[in-house]
């Protein structure tokens, strides 16, 4: 079975300050792509950055960057720079490169920008 | 180009009454996707769509459940005699699905709020 595990339900970081959300996941595959989305208040689901698991250099995406350990099925998420808009909810997500491509997501991050 | 369309963007039901929640994908893309969402949840998929065909509904209670996307119109997620415990957001996303880097990136919907009487 196919399971992403975030550990961290609520974190806070001071605006302007560096965080990183962490995000593990268990999968036989070896063809799968990883995915962070963000989702406000409003609700909105917004993908943050992916990450293709064939490639070692990690994804960046202007403040947003992962690190990711394939041999520790570690994907997580560092945001630099924290601004009071990034306040929102912090899902990890992978899929399969092949099949149905439906995605796994795990439980969330709540993350709180302190002005 | 508009996003992906859902409406109603909220939706009230009494138990034992249907409901019906659609999805309009991105222009040109042919894959629609159902997840759902409990509160302090993530989302789980139901049901994977191309037109007019059910790719993959391991994710979909086996009852009251259907979802169809036909040649036509929008793809409709259905739940018959609603219960409480189907209140939650329901989401859409759809993907082009023509092959490509980017053709599995999926593009979500703003949800359905269901909240059941």
């Known amino acids: 079975a196919q399971t992403v595990t975030q550990s961290q339900p609520e974190m806070s970081v001071q605006e302007a300050e560096t965080v990183t959300l962490s995000c593990t996941y268990d999968t036989s595959e070896n063809n799968y792509y990883l995915f962070w989305y963000k989702q406000p208040p409003s609700r909105q689901m917004i993908l943050v950055i992916r990450q293709e698991a064939y490639k070692q250099q990690n994804a960046t995406e202007n403040r947003f960057s992962v690190n990711f350990q394939k041999a520790a099925k570690s994907f997580s998420l560092k945001i630099s720079d924290s601004q009071l808009g990034d306040t929102a909810m912090y899902f990890c997500?992978?899929?399969?490169?092949?099949?149905?491509?439906?995605?796994?997501f795990g439980t969330g991050t709540r993350l709180t920008v302190i002005p | 180009n508009a996003g992906v369309m859902q409406n109603p963007r909220h939706l009230v039901r009494r138990r034992g009454q249907e409901a019906r929640l659609r999805c309009s994908p991105m222009?040109?893309?042919?894959?629609v996707y159902w997840y759902r969402q409990l509160p302090e949840e993530g989302l789980k998929f139901m049901v994977y769509?191309?037109?007019?065909?059910?790719?993959?509904e391991s994710g979909m209670p086996k009852e009251r459940f259907s979802a169809e996307f036909p040649k036509e119109g929008p793809s409709i997620l259905r739940i018959q005699q609603v219960v409480r415990g189907d209140s939650a957001a329901y989401f859409c996303?759809?993907?082009?699905?023509?092959?490509?880097?980017?053709?599995?990136?999926?593009?979500f919907g703003p949800g359905t709020r269901l909240t059941v009487l």
């Open positions: 769509l191309q037109k007019e065909n059910i790719i993959d």
């Open positions: 222009k040109g893309h042919s894959h």
């Open positions: 997500a992978f899929t399969f490169r092949t099949g149905a491509n439906n995605l796994f």
């Open positions: 996303a759809s993907s082009p699905g023509t092959g490509g880097r980017l053709a599995d990136e999926q593009f």
